[in-house]
């Protein structure tokens, strides 16, 4: 790679349009980006809507042309001083994929209105990662895991999302992520 540094970021505002009103701006909400600490074994992350598609706008076009993703790591390369590289000034992301799981004659869990979604992965169980720009994050969201029989005896408030292998899209915790989520 052509840079040796990065400036990191462990969290960053940002805002989205309103659903009913595309002029109209949300209140600000924060990703957050932590490394592993003394709280956090896994680190603290933000799990978010991310645009992989220009076609496609969100809110109003709801989750097509977009993905789930779990935010890693917020970062913005240096360029060495001789050298003026594309990405100057650029955040870019780091994320870890969710795949969205179809359900029988439905594209949500018919008993909870919910999509099902589970980590992305190569071949080998690897989560699948790649790196993204910053403005291409469209939405906080919220992801509630899904226990099936039983949770797993592992899980507490600070590591669920590392040991679950399945999740509900929380489509009810704010009014304009349900009306995007509802077309």
Request: hydrophobic share 40%.
């Amino acid at each position: 790679l052509p840079f040796s540094d990065l400036q990191v970021w462990y969290k960053v505002h940002l805002q989205q349009k309103s659903y009913h009103n595309s002029s109209s701006l949300e209140p600000v909400f924060t990703i957050n980006a932590c490394p592993p600490d003394h709280t956090w074994e896994y680190g603290y992350h933000d799990v978010a809507i991310l645009q992989v598609d220009a076609c496609y706008e969100w809110p109003a076009s709801g989750l097509t042309g977009h993905t789930v993703v779990d935010v890693h790591l917020i970062m913005c390369p240096i360029s060495p001083r001789e050298l003026q590289l594309v990405w100057d000034d650029y955040l870019l992301v780091y994320v870890w994929q969710f795949n969205i799981v179809p359900q029988q004659q439905a594209d949500v869990d018919l008993a909870t209105g919910l999509h099902v979604l589970k980590w992305a992965t190569h071949a080998l169980g690897e989560h699948l990662g790649d790196i993204f720009p910053l403005d291409q994050i469209k939405s906080y969201t919220h992801l509630v895991p899904h226990f099936g029989e039983a949770a797993d005896y592992r899980f507490t408030s600070t590591n669920s999302l590392h040991f679950a292998q399945s999740f509900w899209l929380n489509s009810y915790f704010d009014k304009e992520f349900y009306y995007a989520l509802s077309l």
